[in-house]
């Protein structure tokens, strides 16, 4: 099931102007039943992304049908991220406009979900009396039941409650109809670090492995349906299996067991995961870079600080030194791979020093990309407690500082990959092929023509430009011989040569 395209709300005068007067009394199937229909705004990691379809998969059998358009929905949720305050300002500035398509129809049921959801529960109903419903991602299974007893009962619910480790089932998705060549495939949620900045081991608890027999049946199923690339998802996949793993118990796939397992299956042409934790990066995950063919080169890594310091404070429980000793190992056993990360800046504490400790590690590591957040605090995390002693004028500095430094890097980078043939899975047409009449995009879409997107083994993104619409369509899922003829900030252009299979 595709994901909808989230769409702006923009309303001058009247709500009931906004909204076409027959949208609902037209919404009937053929049995003269009147079809409900749920639209689903994602905010958030791949793993919200996940968990949205899981979301629709769980509607459908229920009788919801997909729509685009938040105003022309019987249920409407926000599947939400609690990592930046920035996230949740949006939220509450989200659900303020749906209040008002609640006075067009009354039927109107409003959710949330996702990691606010679970951080706030039933403290959002008091803060928002247009909320209907507020879900934690240990309750989507149980989402049709929780939206009827809102419909019968007139009863707001707030249902957060995390489900014990032992007991915890993983959904099975259902096949993908949609022709996609590239799937996500959750294999564990949860994270037991407990960083001090951190609200993910809070909003979804405790680590938890799909049993690798699920994950290989998962992907066997996506790969019968035609999808070529999938992404092992988990808040710390490096520590897959280990929860599985324990005295008295059968013993588990590791997650570089897991990865040569994936790697076995038929029509899976392509492997990638996210996200890392360093201390949990072992050698033989190291070493798969190097020793299957399948497994991309590309290899999120976060650190978070240059700074021993600042890391302590964190409580990353591991030093630099122990992190760039697994990339000298990474690019001994494997040196194509790129490396991406994320950074902190103007963590309580932070000194100037800390700060130029950062940018010498992005020197010395060379990432491809990276991903740099200002400090903000995260209520209920260790680190809330301290003294959030960085002026905003100062994060601001150092994150421009940061990024420019780094773009310079990103830079080189991507010229590397100029008049290059590099092979390219294809995904779909490009978004500039999607773009609306009177957008910006719409105005490069018309000066280079159709374009095809895909992408490398290092995660680039690739358009070719073709001038058959037909047989641009076949090229889903499809491996393809391309030349790089020019290079973007963040993107390639080339043409095909030919394909590789």
């Not at 403290?123 to 149980?142: I, N, R, W, Y």
């Not at 992190?323 to 190992?329: D, F, H, N, T, V």
């Not at 310079?408 to 092979?423: C, V």
């Not at 963040?490 to 394909?499: A, D, I, K, N, V």
Request: net charge negative.
């Amino acid at each position: 099931m595709s994901l909808m395209v989230p769409t702006q709300l923009k309303i001058n005068g009247p709500l009931s102007a906004a909204l076409p007067d027959q949208a609902h009394a037209d919404a009937e199937d053929l049995g003269g039943q009147r079809l409900r229909h749920v639209y689903i705004e994602t905010m958030g990691c791949q793993m919200n992304v996940y968990d949205t379809e899981r979301m629709l998969e769980a509607l459908g059998k229920a009788g919801y049908v997909p729509t685009d358009s938040a105003e022309l929905a019987d249920l409407a949720i926000v599947n939400t991220c609690s990592v930046r305050d920035k996230v949740e300002h949006k939220v509450a500035s989200l659900l303020g406009v749906w209040k008002r398509l609640k006075e067009f129809n009354p039927d109107l049921v409003l959710g949330m979900a996702g990691c606010v959801a679970q951080q706030e529960g039933d403290k959002l109903l008091a803060k928002m009396p247009h909320l209907d419903l507020v879900v934690g991602p240990d309750q989507l299974s149980e989402l049709p039941q929780l939206v009827e007893a809102r419909r019968q009962d007139q009863q707001r619910l707030a249902a957060t409650q995390f489900v014990r480790r032992q007991d915890y089932e993983f959904p099975m998705p259902e096949a993908p109809e949609d022709g996609r060549a590239t799937a996500m495939v959750t294999v564990m949620k949860g994270c037991n670090k407990i960083c001090s900045f951190c609200i993910v081991p809070f909003t979804r608890g405790r680590e938890v492995s799909k049993p690798s027999a699920q994950v290989l049946d998962e992907v066997r199923m996506l790969a019968n349906h035609g999808v070529r690339e999938v992404t092992l998802l988990g808040q710390n996949v490096n520590s897959y299996g280990k929860d599985r793993n324990l005295p008295g118990a059968p013993g588990e796939l590791d997650f570089a067991e897991l990865i040569h397992q994936v790697a076995e299956i038929e029509g899976v042409a392509r492997i990638r995961f996210t996200t890392s934790h360093p201390m949990d990066c072992t050698d033989a995950l190291i070493d798969a870079f190097a020793s299957c063919g399948k497994l991309m080169p590309f290899f999120h890594l976060p650190i978070q600080s240059g700074s021993p310091k600042v890391l302590e404070g964190m409580r990353r429980a591991h030093g630099v030194d122990d992190y760039l000793a697994k990339i000298e190992r990474l690019r001994r056993q494997a040196p194509q791979v790129a490396l991406s990360t994320d950074l902190i800046v103007g963590f309580p504490g932070e000194t100037e020093a800390d700060f130029e400790m950062t940018l010498d590690l992005i020197q010395k590591v060379r990432y491809a990309t990276l991903y740099s957040f200002i400090y903000s605090t995260r209520p209920g995390t260790r680190a809330a407690d301290l003294p959030d002693n960085v002026p905003m004028a100062e994060k601001k500095r150092r994150i421009n500082e940061l990024q420019r430094v780094q773009d310079a890097i990103t830079a080189e980078w991507m010229q590397s990959f100029a008049q290059r043939e590099l092979l390219v899975l294809f995904e779909g047409p490009s978004r500039l092929q999607q773009a609306g009449p009177q957008s910006k995009l719409a105005e490069v879409r018309d000066l280079r023509g159709l374009q095809v997107m895909g992408r490398t083994p290092e995660n680039i993104k690739v358009n070719v430009a073709s001038d058959d619409l037909s047989a641009a369509l076949t090229w889903k899922g499809r491996l393809g011989r391309v030349r790089i003829t020019t290079v973007g900030q963040h993107s390639l252009q080339g043409e095909l040569l030919g394909w590789a299979e």
